[in-house]
């Protein structure tokens, strides 16, 4: 009944942007504190970015910090993540989690490359 549904991804040049979405359905959304995760093929799955369940912390890696922001929208049941100057490094399946969860969805693969 869970259903997370990442969006945004796709393909763009070092120094670009995207923003990334994902759609929660079938839990109260805004009690839950959300992640960003991302896996790159034969990488460990890495946190990227946390958001409490209003919004108000937010947390990041260091390998992002000054360049992704978290954010949400508790009345659309949504959190985003905009990502800005990406790099290669950044190219990686993302994925979004409720904290307290195991459910995740089916990722949205971001492509930074020249």
């Known amino acids: 009944q869970v259903q997370l549904v990442e969006s945004g991804g796709g393909l763009v040049q070092p120094g670009g942007s995207l923003r990334l979405a994902c759609a929660a359905s079938?839990?109260?959304?805004?009690?839950?504190?959300m992640r960003w995760y991302r896996q790159s093929p034969g990488k460990e799955r890495e946190l990227v970015a946390t958001i409490t369940s209003a919004g108000g912390t937010t947390t990041y890696a260091d390998s992002v910090k000054g360049r992704f922001a978290i954010s949400r929208d508790n009345a659309k049941n949504t959190v985003y993540l905009q990502m800005n100057d990406l790099k290669p490094e950044d190219t990686a399946v993302y994925y979004c989690?409720?904290?307290?969860?195991?459910?995740w969805g089916q990722g949205t693969q971001v492509t930074v490359s020249s």
């Open positions: 989690k409720a904290r307290e969860s195991a459910y």
């Open positions: 079938g839990f109260t959304f805004s009690r839950y504190a």
